[in-house]
């Protein structure tokens, strides 16, 4: 099985830089990385993006320094 | 009568033609298994009308005439397998070249139809014999009085499913002309001559080598090609074939959809094909087999023959790609394929060097016939069925189009060795669910949309199989436990090293020490670390830092200071609890409560207040983390009280039950080790510190200390099996593997150790509190297959989830995500990586979360998970959780490496070890040593690659990724200087790593480290085990690790049994065992290493002490005894330090049996019992009195046969020296000052024997006589008579006296001892 990089994780090549993925937050204030081709579920909205992976690890952290 | 073919066209060549490149791919698939009817296509045109069967029978005979390639027959010749003309003509059924027609009139059957088919089938199962021909048969069933089915068969290697339209048509074209009495128009066909041409043309053309290219190109990668099966296998002779029907309206909808994406709607199932096998593999890439008509000019598209060809389709299935993109991909894949259509797919294979790997180059076949013949037959309308499309290597999808505007027909045929027919019929389903879906949806939208499971399926897997909500009270950690100490105060809580500590006492430490934690800060949400080695302060620490409401986090003692330090600056807790302060890391800046010398009774034993909430935190745990540093998994209360409750409810445990705690706090298996047994009365026993690592010492504690519960990771599990004393674990109720696969091998040998004791298989992360998922193994020796790791614990829900995150159906592999209330809160001060690995659950209430295991894993149809992999680079080996990035940022933090890579390799079957490779450093100049001297500074053991290997470049893949499966195996050659063993005991221990390394001797040396020869822990298991039963030492896995040469354990040996040990009066043979000891008595040479052929032989539950001539060792005070008594006086204190009363068991062979028989009756004039006395061929001092005292000459002749040799012209003690190390023995490692010592011996018992006088023993003796004849006749047994107050047992062995103690003699006496030791231990 040569399964590509999983919906969570960095996309190699080009797609690295693209706005691929969403940071979704719920009511307990936790964070999720997300897949921006899909919706995000429901109890959950997006707080940043769509933008590419490393941005949204960025600010899932910048938000927890803040918080 | 002579019917010719009408009209008589012009014949073939004489000599026939070459087969063309298609033709003799199936004419060599043939060739290999001539008795297969695989090659043979076959469809059956249902005609509504009627049908004058005289008429049809001349049409077929002229339409049989046009086409030539219908009148070959291929065989063998000189120049290859040719095509040779076949004269087809007489209607006498006795010719062989008689036309193949048979008429049925079916009308009278109960079913025409079925037994038409019925026939069919029988004719379909018939192989043609290609070199005799006819190549083809036809038939034609009257079935209804209006409807009669024509059956035609014909061998692949002449017609394909382009030609059999080209021969139909002009079928019915002839038919209609002779039914209204016209002369049929010329023959539409091209020659065969032209076809063989064409080919003979294009393959010396510069199309070909342009084609070639093409291919070599777009595959030089060489993709694995996946399949729904998961493996591939031989052709079968036959297929199973699924058909289904697509409606108008669906067929419809597809048709639009295709042309609002420009596409056909072949493409557009081509594109939902490679959609659904993607999902249906985990694989983004995937690679379909197109079947291509091969015809590129007019000319070949008027001949009927085998022409057509396989091309791979390659597609990426992204899920945020649509579905009009895909199908964009398909349509461009197929165009560049159509122009380079006439390369072979054999060719391709062969390029690409996969025909000898027997890999495939494409996966499922997907077959669209666009075309229905739509034919009448003098006004009659017919519909075709294909029966058979030819070989069937894994899985064909055939689509047909219905022209008669019903829709489309699929069959999916499959290769019978690696589909069931049900399972093609779930394949099937699924697949027409998602065309459905796909129709449906708006193709822009990202595939991601899609999933493969059917509607019932999604229920199935998400809900039925989840359902597992459970209420229970919310309660914590450690209030359970209060309330079980208030219940039972007076029961026993926790035993270590001899000490019990009851519920009260316990409760009472730990809240006297919470009490104190309490006041340095320790409170709910605060962490407190524990550097505690395993002991009853452990548990007191653990459970007072709960008490006082914070998490705790253990600092394994076993961990680099270094990683340990980091662990700490990382969490910043509290306080930092420690047995001494060496153990608290150094310039931390956490304060630190050290219990050695802490004085708390100041402090409260009742139990302190605190404000804990499920949602605290329990503990944190630290694991491996890919970018190189561990991360801290914060595990809330809440999760691992649910976790206790379920494992409570699952298996209950009460008063009488003991579990075993040997996990090291570092790892979560011990959170229920340390706390179940106390949250319900049960006992907690603690093994020792590093005992956990000893199978021994574990099957001797568990039984000793009663053990009911345990758990082991499965390798470890594995090694505790093949310790003897674990089938003697019959007071265990149930064993608990987790940590990694459970192979079934070790099941069953579960079964057969412990046929009564459970075996349960439980699966988790971490990041999950402990486990999730339970699986009660069946031990039976008849169950196979994969152990699951079962199905979800209470509030728990688990999705296999595909790239997409959509659910896979069961069977289906995914990556396994986990729901539900034991999810951990967070990786300690990691928010983004959190986030990436605890996301938001689409499938459970609003605003859930799930984890990503990152464990490949698919359902069962019973709801039960089998564990398949992982989807990362993370590794388990033996148990422990690896993270590659890890280790490998830590090599290529070292000076000088430029680039890492670490993997772990199983050169030798069962055998996994990490292996490092490296760039950069000059690998002369490279010190792997110093290198993984570093790596262990920070990293745990069992994450230090056991080799290192320099390489100049990292092999590469064609498209540039790092290609793992060319890295070359370690060198398994000997690393260190090579120097010889000195002495018996380095011999033997070089010997016995090179037993268990699977090498040659002369190959490992002294200085050899055990792991940079191969070695692993597993093995390191086994070593121990050979050294102990070879040597008696009782050695811990342990040591291995920390004296990893046979030099470097040859000390360590001696560190614990003292220098020269084996020269030693008192030779520990083996001391581990619980029955009595056997002390054996040294013979003339006053060595007793004779006797080590008894340890393999006896019981391993028997220990065996040696006793040995003092004067072997040149010490100060040694003298050689001058009297029998003294000597054994002597040896009566040495063995009384071991076994200070009786009843004794004493074993003496030749001299030693006089001293033997000496010792028993020391002892008992001393009062003790003696029961076994045993004598191998030894006679009483009288009966050598009379004989010479021998010289140094027969001195010299003994030391040699102690070596095994018989003494022939050595002359002097030089000569006999020389002997023994021109030899290699064992004994040429001893000191020139001990062989001499040995003569001495010898010498001087010679002459203590003829002056003893013997008293008498008053019991039995087990006597073993050397029964072959020898030149002192005179020696009988029955000598002893005055010296024995009981019975002599004689047994006689058919040997001379030297050979007594060597196999297989040794065997006989050990047989005839074991029963007598046997009787004695009841």
New interface residues.
Partial sequence: ????P????QPTGERGQAP?HL??R???A?????????P?????RVTHGPAPYEEC??H??G??ATA | MTALLEPATEALPVAGLPLTAAQSGMWFAQALDPQSPAQNTAECIEIHGPVEPRLFARALRRVAGEADALRVRLAETAEGPRQLPLALGSDDPADPARFPFEEYDLRGAADPDATARARMREDLARPFDLAAGPLFQHALFRVADERRLWFQRVHHAVMDGFGYSLLARRTAEVYTALAAGDEPGPSPFGRLTDLVAEDAAYRSSQAYETDRAHWNAAFADRPEAVNLAGRTALPSRTFHRRTAHIGAELSDRLKELAAGVRATWPEVLIAAQALYLSRATHTEEVVLGLPMMGRMGSAALRIPGMVMNVLPLRLTVAPHATFAELTRQVVLGIRAARKHQRYRYEEIRRDLGLLGEGRALVGPLVNVMPFDYGLTFAGAPSTAHNLSAGPVDDLTVNIYDRADGSGLRIDHDGNPALYKEHELGVHQRRFLALLARIAAADPHEPLARHGICTGAERALVLDEFNATARDVPPTTLIGPIEAQAARTPDAPALVFDGSTLTYGELNARANRLAWHLAELGVRPGALAAVAVPRSLDLVVALLAVAKAGGAYLPLDPDYPAERLAHMVEDARPAVVIADTAARVPAGVGVPAVVLQGLDVSGELPVNPPRALTPQHPAYVIYTSGSTGRPKGVVVPHGAIDNRLRWMQAEYPLGPGDRVLQKTPSGFDVSVWEFFWALRVGATIVMAAPGGHKDPAYLARTIREQAVTTCHFVPSMLQVFLAEPGAADCTGLRRVFCSGEALPRETVQEFGRTLPEVELHNLYGPTEAAVDVTYHPCDTRPAVAGPVPIGKPVWNTRLYVLDAALQPCPPGVPGELHLAGVQLATAYLGRPALTASRFVADPYGPAGSRMYRTGDLARWTEHGEIEYLGRTDHQVKLRGLRIELGEIETELAAREGITGACVLVREDRPGDQRLVGYVTGPHAEAFDADAVRDRLAQTLPDYMVPGALVVLDDFPLSPNGKLDRKALPAPAQAATGTGRAPRDPREETLTRLFAEVLGQDRLSVGMDDGFFDLGGTSLLAARLVRRIRDTLGADLAIGALFQAQTPAALAAQLDAGLGNDAVLRTLLPLRTAGSRTPLFVFHPAGGLSWCYSGLLARLDPDQPVYGLQARGLLAEADAHLPASMAEMAADYVRELRTVQPHGPYRLLGWSVGGVVAHTVAVLLQEAGEEVELLSLLDAYPSDQWQDQAVPAEADALTALLRMAGYERTDELTRDDVLATLHREGSALAGLSDTTLTAVVDIVVNNAHLMRAHRHRRFDGDVLFFTAAAPRPEHWLTPDSWRPYIGGTLTEHAIDCLHPHLTQAPHLDEIVDVLSRRLKELDR
Avoid: Q, Y
């Avoid at chain 1, 936790?30 to 899909?38: G, M, N, Q, R, Y």
């Fill in positions: 099985m040569t399964a590509g999983g919906p969570f994780d691929t940071v979704l719920n009511m307990r936790e964070h999720s990385l997300w897949p921006a081709h899909t995000g579920p429901e109890g959950w690890a960025a899932i952290e938000a927890a």
